[in-house]
């Protein structure tokens, strides 16, 4: 099974940026560089979302409305990492985190277990 780790929320003030990673390991084998990643979040209350999606070589990107233009995703295939850079933070970004294959389409039937997540909270 693949094992994902989200690191690098916090607490940030609105206009503040974040930079997310997400490291992923196996114990059998995961070929990382050939599967598109995602970063997904969840606000309280909410159902949880797909709002950046990475090609595996990386060529190809995709954005949620509520994000393009502030957020951004990149990958290191060599290290098996995802990253989200964040800029602009809005409130209504506050949410938990994670990243996992982007084929992933349901929150119970995920492609690769869920992670911790990591907690990212926009306010003044």
């Known amino acids: 099974q693949v094992q994902l780790v989200e690191s690098g929320g916090g607490l940030v003030q609105p206009g503040g940026s974040l930079r997310l990673s997400c490291a992923a390991s196996?114990?059998?084998?995961?070929?990382?560089?050939?599967?598109?990643m995602g970063w997904y979040r969840q606000a309280s209350g909410k159902e949880r979302e797909l709002v950046a999606r990475?090609?595996?070589?990386?060529?190809?990107?995709n954005y949620a409305d509520s994000v393009k233009g502030r957020f951004t995703i990149s990958r290191d295939n060599h290290k098996n990492m995802v990253f989200l850079q964040m800029d602009v933070l809005k409130p209504e970004d506050t949410a938990r985190y994670y990243c996992?294959?982007?084929?992933?389409?349901?929150?119970?039937?995920?492609?690769?277990?869920w992670g911790p997540g990591t907690q990212v909270t926009v306010s003044s």
């Open positions: 196996s114990f059998s084998g995961f070929p990382f560089a050939a599967h598109a």
């Open positions: 990475i090609s595996n070589t990386g060529t190809y990107i």
């Open positions: 996992n294959d982007a084929r992933t389409m349901s929150v119970t039937t995920p492609v690769n277990p």
